[in-house]
């Protein structure tokens, strides 16, 4: 097995190497990270590099920018509710797929209910991602964020809220709306919760930040080795408007040494340690460079990347309301 955790202890590698759970949820290493895929627990199967479109807006930008992306070989496009793009995605796509032969089937396309939605309008809510999108089933639908970000709810208020959010998106799920439902941005804790009261589904994915400054380490290891939940990281290159990975001494170095771009180096990182990820790009040199990850960084250098300065976020999810 070419892939390996380097940024977890040495007791977890140990265990995701025995993991028959690993064994399904790990990437198959022997073709171009183009094509590469990763086994969800319901039997469906993601691309392990998918395309962001955050703050992409706008019908001719969204047009133009997934008609690059689907012509460099992107077959997963990241959409949410909160990026106010879904309508968008979904007109491009009706003139997109066939301009690139492609089908509904041919694509995976994920996509997230609004932050704070309460549970009597998260089925509403995904029926009109659905409507916005203009498709027939949606692959993966997550729960955007952990908190009912309301300050007059208790504790258990909120667990309850959680519950009763990812019922509706069960009922999603069964009935047939979306193939996959999962979370983001998740902890430890609130995922032990869900799952001690999954109702019947557990999720899929667990989309989190997940870069050099932002790896919460025991949350993977939680989910691929002992729930057999695919983790998908955002913001592997710092984020938009933030060039501080990407300029970063140490990343530099690595990526003149390897002959690769500091992005490349910085979603390798992320590829490595068995997470799918979902960069965002605008120019069609990016997005190539984004997509071609087919090379190992040496594992003094991956422990380099992974013990960065750990930078805290002002909207830290364990302390959401
Ligand atoms: N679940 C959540 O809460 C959550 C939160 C944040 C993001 N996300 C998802 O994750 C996706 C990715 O995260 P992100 O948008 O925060 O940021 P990101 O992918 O870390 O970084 C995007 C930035 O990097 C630049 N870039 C891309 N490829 C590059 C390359 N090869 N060389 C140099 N610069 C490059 C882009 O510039 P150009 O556009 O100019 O190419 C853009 O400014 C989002 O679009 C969204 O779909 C989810």
Redesign the pocket.
């Known amino acids: 097995m070419a892939f390996a955790l380097y940024s977890l202890n040495s007791y977890v590698y140990f265990l995701l190497l025995c993991s028959s759970v690993f064994e399904v949820s790990c990437l198959e290493t022997s073709v171009p990270t183009k094509y590469m895929k990763f086994h969800l627990n319901t039997g469906d199967i993601m691309p392990a590099i ?7 807006e706008g019908t001719e930008l969204i047009h133009n920018v997934l008609d690059l992306a689907l012509s460099v070989g992107y077959r997963l496009i ?3 509710a ?2 106010e793009n879904e309508e968008d995605i979904g007109k491009a796509l009706k003139v997109l797929l066939p301009k690139h032969n492609l089908t509904r089937k041919d694509i995976f396309i994920t996509t ?1 209910l609004y932050p704070g939605t309460g549970a009597e309008k998260a089925y509403e809510a995904l029926e009109q991602s659905l409507k916005y999108l203009d498709c027939e089933y949606i692959d993966l639908y ?1 729960m ?2 952990p908190g009912a970000d309301r300050e007059n709810l208790s504790k258990s208020e909120v667990e309850k809220w959680r519950s009763s959010v990812w019922q509706q998106l069960v009922r999603g799920k069964r009935n047939g709306l979306t193939r996959n439902i999962g979370v ?2 998740f902890n430890l804790d609130q995922l032990k919760e869900l799952l001690a009261n999954d109702h019947g589904v557990k999720p899929a994915v667990n ?3 997940w ?1 050099p400054n932002y790896h919460p380490d025991e949350v993977v290891a939680f989910c691929i080795v002992e729930e057999g939940i695919v983790v998908q990281g ?10 501080d990975l ?1 300029d970063h001494p140490e990343v530099k170095k690595i990526a003149e040494k390897l002959g690769k ?4 180096i ?2 390798r990182w992320s590829l490595q340690q068995n997470l799918a990820i ?6 069609k ?3 190539e ?2 997509i071609d990850l087919n090379f190992n960084i040496p594992e003094a250098d991956m422990s380099i990347l992974s013990n960065f300065e750990r930078k805290k976020h002002d909207w830290d999810p364990d302390t959401v309301a």
């Open positions: 998918g395309f962001g479109t955050y703050l992409i990241d959409t949410a909160f990026h997230k997550l955007h964020w983001s941005n989309q989190i930040e870069n955002y913001s592997s290159l710092g984020g938009t408007s933030n060039q990407l771009t500091p992005a490349q910085l979603l979902i960069p965002k790009a605008r120019s040199e990016h997005m460079q984004n």
